[in-house]
T-cell receptor
Framework: DAKTTQPPSMDCAEGRAANLPCNHSTISGNEYVYWYRQIHSQGPQYIIHGLKNNETNEMASLIITEDRKSSTLILPHATLRDTAVYYCIVLGSNTGKLIFGQGTTLQVKP | GAGVSQTPSNKVTEKGKYVELRCDPISGHTALYWYRQSLGQGPEFLIYFQGTGAADDSGLPNDRFFAVRPEGSVSTLKIQRTERGDSAVYLC???????????FGQGTRLTVV
């Protein structure tokens, strides 16, 4: 079973920041938070991951709360091409398999 | 190629037939994963290889499903006596080692008629 809880859907205006929340209250100390997204008819795409510090890359920022029980993925300037299903996944460092939940369907609107 | 390659992209087969789906991972990636995705659902884990061996096959639904990776690179997912319920997109992914970010292929859409 997925260890994360995400809202099923969200809307965002083009050019605005998209903030996607994720709850992972049972996360263990050695487990990372990973984010993937899946654009229609494509395979999932890695976005970002983190352990306890906030992370930023060219695609997004990841904010993890101090107690690590929740996180937020931030797309700073959403475009129409960011419309996708976003998956938040908890992954142990000694295990390979990603367990996908239902994710959040983000609809970016003009 | 630079990414994970899956062939064929589409496969239509008759109920009861045998099918093989192929995955070419990124060169040098030791970990390889198979997933199955039904319409409107997230990908469902099937099996994970570390090198040539299956490190975790707990997601294979029954003994009609089998996967191999004999030389630690290309992998084949084999489905015997296909059923209409096997219709789905089968996704393959690879990563440098287990527990690191994974790169997915475009998937094989299997339709059992």
């Amino acid at each position: 079973d997925a260890k994360t809880t995400q809202p099923p859907s969200m809307d965002c205006a083009e050019g605005r920041a998209a903030n996607l929340p994720c709850n992972h209250s049972t996360i263990s100390g050695n487990e990372y938070v990973y984010w993937y997204r899946q654009i229609h008819s494509q395979g999932p795409q890695y976005i970002i991951h983190g352990l306890k510090n906030n992370e930023t890359n060219e695609m997004a920022s990841l904010i993890i709360t101090e107690d690590r029980k929740s996180s937020t993925l931030i797309l700073p300037h959403a475009t129409l091409r960011d419309t996708a299903v976003y998956y938040c996944i908890v992954l142990g460092s000694n295990t390979g398999k990603l367990i996908f939940g239902q994710g959040t369907t983000l609809q970016v609107k003009p | 190629g630079a990414g994970v390659s899956q062939t064929p992209s589409n496969k239509v087969t008759e109920k009861g037939k045998y099918v093989e789906l192929r995955c070419d991972p990124i060169s040098g990636h030791t970990a390889l994963y198979w997933y199955r995705q039904s319409l409107g659902q997230g990908p469902e884990f099937l099996i994970y290889f570390q090198g040539t061996g299956a490190a975790d096959d707990s997601g294979l639904p029954n003994d009609r499903f089998f996967a191999v990776r004999p030389e630690g690179s290309v992998s084949t997912l084999k489905i015997q006596r296909t059923e209409r319920g096997d219709s789905a997109v089968y996704l393959c992914a690879s990563s440098l080692t287990g527990g690191q970010k994974a790169f997915f292929g475009q998937g094989t859409r299997l339709t059992v008629v």
